[in-house]
Antibody, heavy 119, light 107 residues
Framework: EVQLVQSGAEVKKPGESLKISCKASGYSFSNDWVGWVRQMPGKGLDLMGIIYPGDSEIRYKPAFQGQVIISADKSINTVYLQWSSLKASDTAMYYC????????????WGQGTLVAVSS | SSELTQDPAQSVALGQTVTIRCQGDYLTSYAANWYQQRPGQAPLLVLFGQNKRPSGIPDRFSGSKSGNTASLTITETQAEDEADYYCSSRDMSGNPLFGGGTSLTVV
């Protein structure tokens, strides 16, 4: 059974750093792209970027380039999303999702990680 | 447009049929996928490759495309179908794209 299990909710202050995780199981982790999707309160889905764990190729949506870092550790089947200096506007739910190979659909999703940034 | 455009909100009477549309230039070349997101839950894939249903998705959900517009049709709409629906596709480089979402109300 394919599963993506994300790390727990975080409450942070502006300027702090953060790294959240998404642990995959039930499939060949190295061979499928995984994306990070932001959902701000009351808003829609916004793809931040995708990573191919096999060779760590990363494609960022331009709006997120330089704002976050996406990475992967093949040894523990885990993908990460990190910030070096959080802003209040980073407050959102963040989902990881596996991308299908043929139709580019996101077929399995993590449960989401809520990140709250407030002074 | 390089974006995927959806109507922000639609309503449907219980038991009736509703069609949710997604418009974008890349849809002339690539298939659409559709996701359902109920309040407080992660998105759930309901259609992929235009009209294929993942295991467990009822056949009340179907998809089609004409030109640059993809459609998700729900027949015999149930109260549990009240949710946000998002389309997705890809650009020429294989980067995924999401529509802005349609909030479906079942009345």
């Amino acid at each position: 059974e394919v599963q993506l299990v994300q790390s727990g909710a975080e409450v942070k202050k502006p300027g702090e750093s953060l790294k959240i995780s998404c642990k995959a199981s039930g499939y060949s982790f190295s061979n499928d792209w995984v994306g990070w999707v932001r959902q701000m309160p009351g808003k829609g889905l916004d793809l931040m970027g995708i990573i191919y764990p096999g060779d760590s190729e990363i494609r960022y949506k331009p709006a997120f380039q330089g704002q976050v870092i996406i990475s992967a550790d093949k040894s523990i089947n885990t993908v990460y999303l990190q910030w070096s200096s959080l802003k209040a506007s980073d407050t959102a739910m963040y989902y990881c999702a596996r991308r299908g190979r043929l139709w580019y659909e996101f077929d399995y999703w993590g449960q989401g990680t809520l990140v709250a940034v407030s002074s | 447009s390089s974006e995927l455009t959806q109507d922000p909100a639609q309503s449907v009477a219980l038991g009736q049929t509703v069609t949710i549309r997604c418009q974008g230039d890349y849809l002339t070349s690539y298939a659409a996928n559709w996701y359902q997101q109920r309040p407080g839950q992660a998105p759930l894939l309901v259609l992929f490759g235009q009209n294929k249903r993942p295991s467990g998705i009822p056949d009340r959900f179907s998809g089609s495309k004409s030109g640059n517009t993809a459609s998700l049709t729900i027949t015999e709409t149930q109260a549990e179908d009240e949710a946000d629906y998002y389309c997705s596709s890809r650009d020429m480089s294989g980067n995924p794209l999401f529509g802005g979402g349609t909030s479906l109300t079942v009345v």
